[in-house]
C-alpha cells in the first residue's frame, strides 16, 4: 500500500469526480477554468467574465490574494477582490476558483468561491491543507515548483485523511535547468502518473507551466492529449496592462480560438467541454 493511501488507486479504484458546483471535474468532459491571474479592478474582471462566459467556459479562475515571488509586486485586492469575484459570480452565472493563502482567511474566502486553489507555494504548509479540508469546498492543488510527484500525492492526503474527498490535482510546471525560453518545465508526464497512482482528477495550468502566452493554447492542447481531466488558463482583457503574470496571459479576444482548439483535441480524445449544465456536445 502506497503512503498516499487515501488518495491512491489501490484505495479507491474508480475516478473520483470533483463537483464546481454543477460542472464536473472528472468525468468524460473536461473542466476549463479560466480567468486573470489576479483581480485588479471592477472593469476587468466584469470584462473577463464576459469572454469567458461567451466562450462557453462554466468557471472563471482569478486570484484575490496573490502569492508573490517579491514583498514589493502586486499581492492583490484581499476583500475587495473577493467581493468582485462575488459579484461576477452572481452576475455571470460563472462558478468561481480563487486562492487561500493563509489559514486565517479560509472561512471568508470558502463564503465567496466554489473551489479553493492551493497555491504552488503552498502545497508544502499542511496546516493550511487541513485547515482548507475542514472548509469543506472542493479544493484545487497545485503542485510544488520543485515537489515531487509523491509529495504531491501526500499534499493531498493530508486533505483526504481529514474527510474532504473533493481534491483535483494541479501540474503547474516545475523548475529545471533550463529557464532561458519556458519560466517552468510543464511535466505532462506527471498527468499520466497521477491518474495512475491516484483515483482524483488532474487540471494542468499551461499557463504558469510555460511563462509564455504563445505556448498556452498548444500545450493546453498537449495537456488534454496527456488524459488531463481539465484546464486553467490566465486570461485578460489587455494582457500587456496586467498587474501580474503579464507575459503568460492570453487575451480574452483569443478564447474562442482556445475553446475551437480544445474542443477538436478533447474530440480526439473521445472527450467534450464542460458546460455549466452538463457536457456539451462538440
Ligand atoms: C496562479 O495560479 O496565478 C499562481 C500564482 O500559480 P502558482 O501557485 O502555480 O504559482
Ligand atoms: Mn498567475
Request: hydrophobic share 45%; net charge negative; glycine share 8%.
Amino acid at each position: 500500500m502506497r503512503e498516499y493511501r487515501e488518495a491512491s488507486r489501490e484505495f479507491h479504484p474508480d475516478n473520483t469526480v470533483v463537483y464546481v458546483g454543477p460542472v464536473p471535474v472528472g468525468g468524460q468532459p473536461i473542466a476549463m477554468m479560466v480567468g486573470p491571474c489576479a483581480v485588479e479592478s471592477r472593469e476587468q474582471l466584469v470584462a473577463t467574465a464576459h469572454a469567458v462566459r461567451d466562450a462557453g467556459f462554466p468557471i472563471l479562475r482569478g486570484g484575490a490574494y496573490k502569492p508573490r515571488t517579491s514583498p514589493y509586486s502586486f499581492q492583490g485586492m484581499h476583500d475587495q477582490g473577493l467581493e468582485l469575484l462575488d459579484e461576477v459570480r452572481r452576475e455571470f452565472g460563472l462558478r468561481v476558483v480563487t486562492e487561500v493563502m493563509s489559514e486565517s482567511d479560509v472561512d471568508k474566502v470558502a463564503a465567496h468561491a466554489d473551489m479553493l486553489q492551493i497555491g504552488s507555494r503552498s502545497m508544502h504548509c499542511q496546516r493550511l491543507l487541513e485547515a482548507i479540508a475542514d472548509a469543506g469546498k472542493p479544493i484545487l492543488l497545485k503542485r510544488g515548483f520543485h515537489a515531487t510527484i509523491a509529495e504531491w500525492l501526500l499534499a493531498a492526503e493530508y486533505i483526504l485523511r481529514r474527510g474532504n474527498r473533493q481534491v483535483a490535482l494541479c501540474e503547474r510546471g516545475i523548475r529545471s535547468f533550463d529557464d532561458e525560453f519556458t519560466r517552468n518545465v510543464l511535466d505532462l508526464t506527471a498527468v499520466q502518473v497521477a491518474k495512475r497512482e491516484t483515483h482524483l482528477p488532474v487540471i494542468v495550468d499551461p499557463s504558469q507551466g510555460t511563462g509564455r502566452a504563445d505556448l498556452v493554447i498548444p500545450m493546453a492542447k498537449a495537456a488534454i492529449a496527456a488524459g488531463a481531466d481539465g484546464l486553467l488558463i490566465e486570461a485578460h482583457p489587455n494582457p500587456a496592462a496586467a498587474l501580474s503574470d503579464s507575459a503568460q496571459q492570453i487575451p480574452t479576444s483569443e478564447l474562442a480560438h482556445l475553446r475551437t482548439e480544445a474542443e477538436l483535441m478533447a474530440r480526439a480524445m473521445g472527450r467534450t467541454l464542460a458546460s455549466g449544465s452538463g457536457a456539451l456536445l462538440v
